[in-house]
């Protein structure tokens, strides 16, 4: 038998450094509607059996009945596991008929009988109201936490506490892992947050990792942190079509493979276009490429497609549309990687970076995703191109006020310039990591057959 217990969850046991520790106190702790009852009840159904049930003991905070009838709801109980590997019981009327020592009694009886390799208390907190003063809390908690210790079996503590609780309830000091259940505001909406307080004998990522709460139970999206690992001298050096063969000979045949690219320009002026050439050159050589948009809907993707004889019934084409609306840059990141796992792709289209910086709140969290997932596609020879909107129409003087053009490999510029009293599209290519390229700033037109690009400007010309 592991020495780790699982929810069932692989991000979520990563957290805990591949699990809770087994045979230990666990304390789940937050606010009201914060997730702990379900938490708790994912570890009981992946982990009870016969010969090791699991013991969910209610207390007075909230009724039995009221656990099991939302418990129902969730994918992971079984019915058919009541009474055999689950078992459910009240310890609300012995602990207003006898308090704390009755209490006490009622759950070594059950240890006894039971022999169980699960035991929650729910909620925990609340046996602090049958105390007569805080040593006898502490008692009480002494003499728990022996008998416990007696058998080979995990406990969860679950509790609404808050963070000035951590300092002050003797329980904290007892258990053996503090896991905190929470949310963070971002502008108009809160975030769900979990964080390790405490993992004694095993390490765990560290700082706050999102979570959402469904019918599968808690679903959580440890924080991406990469280190510095790969060294883009060492990477591929096979070169891949833009899908626009005057920009792939701007940029010596083509991009690196593995490479990520920074498409950068105001509204209209092509972006999406240009990484769309890319993807579907690439579906047309046999490359999977996805498309990760929060800009148009599917139906209105496929409109704009059929324009340029494209089609998302493409085999090689994989869609992943997602509404900004309600959108976890972390969710996302880790739905992308698994579409990637999925489809074996070697081309993504992220469109756009403004649309995941309205997500993630915090600059700093959002470059730390956006740096990790280049580095992992970058490891994996995957190619990335992303759009970045600027607000300037004409006469460009940044590019991305978040640095994600310096974790880019190549950016090119798309702006609008007036040359002849007539607007015309110019791209110029920025930069190219690691191979040389033509700096000239080149006129392209969009046509039925994508874009086209024309001659470099005269630099006599007006493009102001």
Not at 433 to 452: F, K, N, V
């Amino acid at each position: 038998m592991t020495n780790r217990l699982s929810s069932g969850s692989d991000r979520l046991d990563a957290v805990f450094g591949g699990g809770l520790p087994r045979n230990s106190i666990v304390l789940i702790c937050g606010r009201p509607g914060s997730g702990k009852t379900i938490l708790a009840q994912q570890y009981v159904f992946h982990n009870a059996t016969t010969d090791r049930p699991a013991i969910y003991l209610s207390t007075v905070s909230e009724p039995l009945d009221k656990i099991l009838h939302f418990g129902q709801s969730l994918d992971f109980f079984d019915a058919a596991a009541l009474g055999t590997k689950v078992m459910y019981e009240d310890l609300g009327q012995t602990l207003n008929e006898d308090g704390l020592t009755g209490a006490l009694a009622s759950i070594t009886e059950l240890l006894k009988r039971h022999r169980p390799g699960l035991v929650v208390i729910d909620s925990f907190r609340a046996l602090h109201t049958y105390a007569p003063h805080p040593e006898g809390f502490r008692s009480f908690l002494h003499e728990l936490a022996a008998r416990l210790s007696v058998l080979p079996m995990t406990t969860f503590w679950v509790g609404e506490y808050n963070g000035a609780d951590t300092s002050d309830e003797p329980e904290f000091a007892i258990a053996d892992a503090i896991v905190s259940l929470g949310t963070d505001r971002e502008a108009d909406r809160d975030r769900r947050v979990l964080s390790v307080g405490k993992l004694r004998g095993s390490g765990s990522l560290s700082g706050k990792h999102s979570y959402r709460l469904s019918a599968a139970g808690l679903d959580c999206f440890p924080r991406m942190a990469d280190p510095v690992e790969f060294d883009r001298a060492g990477g591929s050096h096979e070169r891949m079509s833009t899908g626009v063969p005057a920009l792939d000979a701007m940029v010596s045949e083509g991009f690196y493979r593995g490479a990520s690219t920074l498409l950068a320009g105001p509204s209209g002026i092509g972006k999406t276009l240009l990484a769309l050439h890319f993807i579907f050159t690439g579906a047309r050589r046999g490359e999977t490429g996805i498309i990760a948009t929060f800009q148009e809907n599917p139906a209105q993707l496929e409109h704009v497609l059929n324009g340029f004889s494209w089609s998302l019934d493409d085999p090689g084409i994989e869609l992943m549309y997602r509404t900004p609306v309600d959108l976890y840059l972390d969710e996302w990141v880790y739905d992308l990687l698994d579409t990637i796992h999925r489809t074996g792709a070697t081309r993504i289209a992220i469109d756009s970076l403004g649309d995941l910086r309205a997500a993630a709140g915090d600059e700093i969290r959002f470059r730390e995703y956006i740096y990790s997932l280049l580095q992992r596609c970058a490891r994996a020879d995957i190619s990335v191109i992303m759009t970045q909107e600027v607000s300037e129409l004409f006469g460009v003087s940044h590019l991305s006020e978040y640095g994600i053009s310096h974790l880019s490999d190549n950016v090119i510029l798309l702006q609008f310039l007036r040359g002849d009293s007539q607007l015309k599209r110019a791209l110029t290519v920025l930069k190219s990591r690691g191979s040389a390229h033509d700096p000239s700033t080149r006129s392209y037109e969009i046509t039925a057959d994508g874009i086209i690009l024309g001659e470099p400007f005269d630099p006599g010309q007006d493009m102001t």
